[in-house]
Nanobody, 125 residues
Framework: QVQLVESGGGLVQAGGSLRLSCAAS????????MAWFRQAPGKEREFVAG????????DYAYSVKGRFTISRDNAKNTLYLQMNSLRPEDMAVYYC??????????????????WGQGTQVTVSS
């Protein structure tokens, strides 16, 4: 199993930007479909963005499309999430996740076998 560690969260004003990173170790990073999820207090964990093994395909939740960009650097074993035009409703703990068995990007949490510990994103209005 790949081990995942997120970083880059913090406090930002509405309209601001943050870049999250997810460092992977333990297995071949490029063998995994990767995704970002988020969970706000009292809500279920939800899909934010996903990326294929090569990075050629991406998918986004409707709520973040046009504002967030997912990318990966397989040479550096790192996943990224660039978040622009942040809104108070984006406030949540953000998790990166890895799927070994996925043939394509999946939005359901159940197929992802490895998860990071999460990083808090706080957006002030």
């Amino acid at each position: 199993q790949v081990q995942l560690v997120e970083s880059g969260g913090g406090l930002v004003q509405a309209g601001g930007s943050l870049r999250l990173s997810c460092a992977a170790s333990g297995q071949t990073f490029s063998s995994y479909v990767m995704a970002w999820f988020r969970q706000a207090p009292g809500k279920e964990r939800e899909f934010v963005a996903g990326i294929s093994r090569s990075g050629s395909n991406t998918d986004y939740a409707y709520s973040v499309k046009g504002r967030f960009t997912i990318s990966r650097d397989n040479a550096k074993n790192t996943l990224y999430l660039q978040m622009n035009s942040l809104r108070p409703e984006d406030m949540a703990v953000y998790y990166c996740a890895a799927c070994w068995t996925c043939g394509s990007i999946r939005a359901g949490t159940g197929v992802y076998s490895s998860w990071g510990q999460g990083t808090q994103v706080t957006v002030s209005s």
